[in-house]
Each structure stands twice: as C-alpha cells, then as structure tokens.
Nanobody
Framework: QVQLVESGGGLVQAGGSLRLSCAAS????????MGWFRQAPGKERVFVAA????????NYATSVKGRFTISRDNAKNAVYLQMNSLKPEDTAVYYC???????????????WGQGTQVTVSS
C-alpha cells in the first residue's frame, strides 16, 4: 500500500484560497487513482474530488465543483487540491486517499492519510 501525508491546511477567511498537498511514498503512486475527502465535526467523511491514474479524468462533488481543482504530479508522487472561493461550510479535516479506480465511494479507497484541518472563518 501507499503511505500518504497531507499538508497545507490552515485558517482562512471566507472567499480566500488554500492549496492542499498530499505526498505519497513508494514507486507505485502512478498506479492509483487519488481522491480527497473531508469530514466536518459530527458528520461523516464525504467525497470531495478524485483524479484518475493518468490525469485523464476528474470527478467533483457538486458542492465544490467550479471552486476546487484536483491535480497530480506522478513524477513527484503528489496530489493537490486547489480550493478557491472558500466558504465556512468547507471547514473540515481533509483527507487524501488512494484507490484502484476513479471513484467517489469511500469504500473503494484502500490507503488514507492522517488528514489536515481547514478552517474557514466568516
């Protein structure tokens, strides 16, 4: 399995931007589809965005479409989440995860990072 470490979270005002990064270990990173999920206090972990192995396809939750962009750099074993026009309801712990196929289903993801906190103030 691949080991994942997120970074880039923090406190930002509504309307601002943050870029999350996820660094992966191992030489098999390019064989995984990658996803971002988030979990707000007292709520379930939900899908945010995903990207295919070869950067050919992406998928977004309706709530973030047009504001967030997922990307990856297989040469650097990294996946990113650019978040623009942030809203207070985007406040959550954000997790990156690796799956065998492009998916929005949490159960399809085998490896998870420890998460990074994003807080959006109003």
């Amino acid at each position: 399995q691949v080991q994942l470490v997120e970074s880039g979270g923090g406190l930002v005002q509504a309307g601002g931007s943050l870029r999350l990064s996820c660094a992966a270990s191992g030489r098999t990173f390019s064989t995984y589809a990658m996803g971002w999920f988030r979990q707000a206090p007292g709520k379930e972990r939900v899908f945010v965005a995903a990207i295919s192995r070869s950067v050919g396809s992406t998928n977004y939750a309706t709530s973030v479409k047009g504001r967030f962009t997922i990307s990856r750099d297989n040469a650097k074993n990294a996946v990113y989440l650019q978040m623009n026009s942030l809203k207070p309801e985007d406040t959550a712990v954000y997790y990156c995860a690796a799956a065998g196929v492009l998916s929005a289903r949490r159960d399809d993801y085998r490896s998870w990072g420890q998460g990074t906190q994003v807080t959006v103030s109003s």
